[in-house]
């Protein structure tokens, strides 16, 4: 099977929107430690949350170097269950496939993707600096044959409609309407194609979004979306639902080891811990199929 290179010329972004260029501005000036320190372990540069059983020995270590150094491998461990654990859900692919990595950040996902199935992955990004840094680290890896990054808005990439066999979200659907995103993903996607989405979503069976989801979306300039919402979006874009987990109570024990974590913590520990407890706030996977 040939599989046609993605388009890599320097395609410009769509018009943006003032606030896709308060994204933009936000993310090209983000030097966030809890992003860069964790990274720097292993190269892996995750833009999200951790889920699995947290080792809270290592809040017991008393040389503060080593304890430092031991929170920091601990919460690069849950970030990167999660990236494996999303990749487990794209399959079955094969290393002539393609898949699409919408919003990849530093470009962590799309490298997990292509160690476990050898496919050629294409992430983009509406920053351009997250966008460089991530097709660096690729050429480091030796693998920015198959793994490339663009700076482009994942609402209207201009890649070629029906060439990807899988495509997901991790932690970025907040940032952008879902009707135009899962058009885009849809129009990606070839018939029977996956699509995955990890994302935290608030829990309209209470109502309005909470105090805490409005705290958190002033935190990230963002606007999460209600539960229902997703699977109505994906519905009328012929993504339908073939797997839903609720990772709510996988993501805590990272939200209580990073609020101890005195060196990457930003101020909203508490303020997720709190959302996820009271039930407003929900962490949810959905796996759903292109038909």
Not at 108 to 125: I, K, M, P
Request: charged share 25%; proline share 3%.
């Amino acid at each position: 099977m040939t599989i046609a290179p993605a388009d890599t010329r320097n395609v410009p972004l769509p018009t943006q929107s003032t606030y896709q260029n308060r994204v933009a501005d936000y993310w090209n000036a983000e030097e966030n430690p809890v992003n860069l320190e964790l990274g720097k372990l292993d190269d892996l540069y995750h833009h999200h949350y951790g889920v699995g059983a947290a080792d809270h020995t290592v809040l017991d270590e008393s040389d503060p170097v080593l304890r430092r150094g031991r929170i920091t491998a601990e919460l690069h461990r849950l970030e990167h269950a999660q990236a494996e654990l999303l990749a487990a859900h794209l399959g079955p692919l094969t290393p002539d496939d393609r898949v699409f990595d919408a919003g990849c950040g530093r470009g962590g996902g799309s490298v997990v993707a292509n160690l476990r199935y050898g496919c050629h992955t294409d992430g983009v990004t509406i920053s351009a600096k997250q966008a460089a840094f991530a097709g660096e680290q690729a050429r480091k890896r030796g693998i920015d044959g198959r793994v490339r990054y663009h700076h482009r808005n994942m609402l209207d990439t201009g890649f070629e409609t029906g060439a990807y066999a899988a495509s997901w979200n991790n932690e970025s659907t907040m940032y952008v309407e879902l009707d135009l995103l899962f058009a885009e993903h849809a129009r990606l996607l070839r018939r029977g194609g996956r699509y995955v989405v990890i994302t935290g979503c608030y829990n309209d069976t209470y109502g309005r979004a909470s105090r805490e989801v409005s705290l958190i979306n002033a935190h990230y300039i963002c606007d999460i979306h209600p539960r229902s919402e997703y699977f109505r979006a994906l519905a009328r874009h012929r993504l339908v639902p073939v797997h839903v987990q609720d990772l709510t109570a996988d993501t805590i024990p990272y939200w209580e080891l990073r609020r101890a974590a005195e060196h990457l913590v930003t101020g909203i520990e508490d303020t997720f811990l709190s959302a996820y407890r009271n039930g407003s706030f929900q962490y949810l996977l959905i796996a759903a199929d292109r038909v």
